[in-house]
């Protein structure tokens, strides 16, 4: 029989019962564990963590739990290179790429109109978001605590509000994205990253017959996605979009 004394810290105790958060928990358990085992045993998701330290000394997940420890974990620190003290990563989560479960449309395009490089498809399983979060360096964005429990994913969070209008808040606030956000700079439906279009260019002649004769009488900036060829203009969706953005900074700057 092991027994050993463990405490979560900040937005970690989100995934434990309320009598279990912000504060020491006495954990009985027979047979060795790894430490990672021993914390999803609990619920938390190895991706949400960033450091443990056991008996105050940092350690990876591999670490095997022993009699007595005292076991302190600690959340994602996104404002702060830990590198040199946390013995879980190589090098900082610091990644602005993302990944997004099929739940999550609207927060995609909604990171995608911020900036966010953000790959999104409807129709993935599991199994494929975690491969793609692995081999394209990617953070995998989730509302599923289980998906984050694979073992090949090493860089997640859960989504913790079911808002559209607030998972984009969340997600800007807890990864501190603020000073990254440039609005209107991709492609909402593809990711694609935008280029002008400059109207009477020779580009712009070439496909102006698929802007409505009315916009061309008025319109003359236009930014073009290469990747799937959709053109934008400063339009009544245009200004939709732009309030959209104004409504988001606003939540995010009070």
Same mark, same amino acid.
């Given at each position: ?19 279990k ?19 999803? &045993? ?13 008996? %105050?000394?940092?350690?990876?997940? /591999? *670490?095997?739990?022993?009699?007595? +420890?005292?076991?302190?974990? *600690? ?19 610091? /990644?602005?790429?993302?990944?997004? +479960?099929?739940?999550?449309?609207? #927060? ?11 790959? *999104?498809? +409807?129709?993935?399983?599991?199994e ?33 509000s079911?808002?559209?209008? #607030? ?9 501190? @994205? ?13 990711? %694609?990253? @935008?280029?002008? #279009? ?8 070439? @496909?102006k ?14 930014? #073009?996605?290469p ?6 203009? &400063? %339009? ?13 900074m &606003?939540?995010? @700057?009070?």
């Open positions: 029989m092991y027994s050993i004394t463990i405490r979560y810290y900040e937005e970690l105790n989100d995934f434990l019962s309320p009598d958060r912000k504060k020491d928990i006495s954990f009985s358990f027979r047979g060795q564990r790894s430490i990672k085992d021993l914390i999803e &045993s609990m619920g938390v998701p190895h991706v949400e963590v960033d450091m443990i330290l056991v008996n %105050g000394l940092s350690v990876d997940f /591999n *670490y095997i739990v022993a009699d007595r +420890d005292r076991i302190s974990v *600690y959340p994602v620190f996104e404002s702060m290179d830990i590198s040199g003290v946390s013995g879980l990563r190589p090098s900082p989560l610091r /990644n602005t790429k993302f990944v997004l +479960d099929v739940h999550l449309r609207k #927060l995609a395009r909604n990171m995608r109109l911020l900036g966010f490089d953000v790959d *999104y498809e +409807d129709s993935r399983d599991d494929l978001l975690a491969d793609i979060s692995e081999k394209d360096n990617r953070i995998l964005l989730t509302c599923d605590r289980q998906l984050l429990m694979r073992k090949i994913v090493s860089r997640g969070i859960i989504i913790r079911r808002n559209p209008d #607030l998972q984009i808040i969340e997600v800007i606030e807890r990864l501190q @994205l603020k000073s990254l956000i440039s609005p209107f700079t991709r492609c909402i439906q593809c990711n %694609g990253l @935008l280029k002008a #279009l400059p109207a009477g260019s020779a580009e712009f002649e070439s @496909l017959y698929r802007i409505p004769a009315g916009v061309l009488e008025w319109c003359t900036e236009y930014n #073009l996605c990747s799937c060829g959709r053109i934008y203009w &400063s %339009g009544s969706h245009y200004d939709k979009l732009k309030e959209r953005v104004e409504r988001i &606003s939540r995010i @700057l009070q």
